[in-house]
């Protein structure tokens, strides 16, 4: 007695379960409700028309009189729910059948036992051939649709391998642009220096030729490092630029060159830009008139403006540009014919460079031409009314 009575003074209390406390089986009951309710959610819909069919076709089978009512019922609503549901085939013949088979039973019982007309019956196929035909409609455009997604998915794809390509391109431009910089600017020091201390003329003229095709080089990988960096962060310097100042010391700059060079109208305008990056275009440009003009063929430098736009014009009349070759000048490395001098350059990167720097300041570049009588290319940029650049004095 004295063992059992010191064991029990030694056990712990059991615990006692509070008012509202539920066992651990319910908890297990409560999850598994919980769970089941998830998994029928998907096809609640599904199971409400199902019951709703049933009252209906149970009232077809209990009112005679009234059945067209549920009859129409069912088949409306069923083509109500699968055009929110849009079954698969499977499933939709299935209860297509169903539907059929228990309606027109229905029906074929009640004309059988002389309580509906046999003309009755015949509503049956009619509207499963409906339903059957709203439900080809439904899957066409169905089908229709996948298509159309696939191939703006495909679209989309393409897009991005692009959009990788082109980065991929600008990406490899920069690095070799950048690469060749150097050495190239080496061998032509190498090259002048030869040149400047060679006593023998054919050493000397041969050192000449070479500075000039590394010359030719540098600008080549200059053109291909800022194509390569147009559109990027930090392409552009932007600030107040007077474009008759622009326009003024190009001429200063290709004065030397054997052509009958004329300073057309020049308005006064003001564009937000990098004049660095402008300066790069007109020469541009009056690089391609110098190499469609021969000495003594005129070129004109004009500014106009347009509706709120600054247009800097190069007129030429040399030798034009033929109606097939508009479309395709300002690709890279195009050229068109006849070109008639190699002395300004002719690597068929100037125009592109100039709608790049023309994109960028969200302008255009423009070209009216036609073979045998001359081009003009007009640089479009957005201008500023009543901005002044900096060491313009405003007029009084």
């Known amino acids: 007695m004295r063992t059992q009575d010191h064991v029990r003074r030694h056990q712990l209390p059991a615990p006692e379960l509070e008012v509202g406390d539920h066992p651990a089986g319910a908890a297990d009951v409560t999850s598994t409700v919980r769970h089941g309710l998830r998994r029928i959610r998907p096809v609640a819909p599904d199971i409400a028309w199902a019951v709703f069919a049933g009252l209906n076709l149970a009232a077809m089978r209990l009112l005679p009189a009234w059945q067209t009512v549920p009859f129409l019922a069912i088949w409306v609503s069923l083509t109500v729910i699968y055009g929110f549901r849009l079954w698969r085939l499977q499933p939709t013949i299935l209860t297509w059948a169903a539907v059929t088979l228990a309606t027109g039973g229905i029906i074929g019982v009640q004309v059988l036992k002389g309580q509906q007309d046999a003309d009755y019956l015949a509503e049956v196929p009619l509207i499963a051939l409906m339903f059957l035909v709203m439900v080809w409609h439904g899957r066409r455009r169905l089908a229709a649709t996948q298509e159309r997604l696939t191939a703006m998915e495909e679209v989309q794809r393409i897009s991005q391998e692009n959009l990788r390509l082109l980065e991929q ?33 054919e050493v000397a003229a041969d050192a000449r030729v070479v500075a000039g095709e590394l010359a030719r080089l540098r600008r080549l990988t200059n053109r291909l490092l800022l194509l390569a960096s147009a559109g990027t962060p930090g392409f552009l310097q932007l600030a107040p630029v007077a474009t008759d100042s622009l326009v003024l010391d190009a001429l200063e700059r290709w004065g030397h060159v054997p052509r009958h060079w004329r300073l057309g109208q020049v308005a006064e305008a003001t564009v ?14 009056l690089e391609n008139a110098v190499a469609h003009t021969e000495p003594g063929d005129r070129i004109e430098v004009s500014v106009r403006l347009d509706n709120g736009r600054a247009v800097i014009a190069v007129t030429d009349s040399g030798c034009g540009i033929p109606p097939t070759d508009l479309d395709r000048i300002f690709g890279r490395f195009a050229r068109g014919e006849p070109y008639r001098s190699r002395e300004a350059g002719g690597f068929g990167l100037g125009l592109p460079i100039v709608q790049a720097i023309a994109e960028a300041h969200e302008g255009s570049v423009q070209v009216h031409s036609a073979s045998g009588h001359g081009a003009t290319f007009e640089l479009v940029i957005p201008a500023v009314p009543g901005l002044t650049p900096p060491g313009h004095l405003a007029e009084p």
């Open 169 to 201: 391109q600008r990406q490899f431009l920069q690095d070799a642009s950048h690469e060749l910089g150097t050495p190239i600017t080496v061998a032509l020091g190498h090259a002048e220096l030869i040149e400047q201390a060679a006593t023998d003329t």
């Open 272 to 285: 937000i830009g990098d004049s660095d990056r402008l300066v790069v275009a007109l020469d541009a440009l």
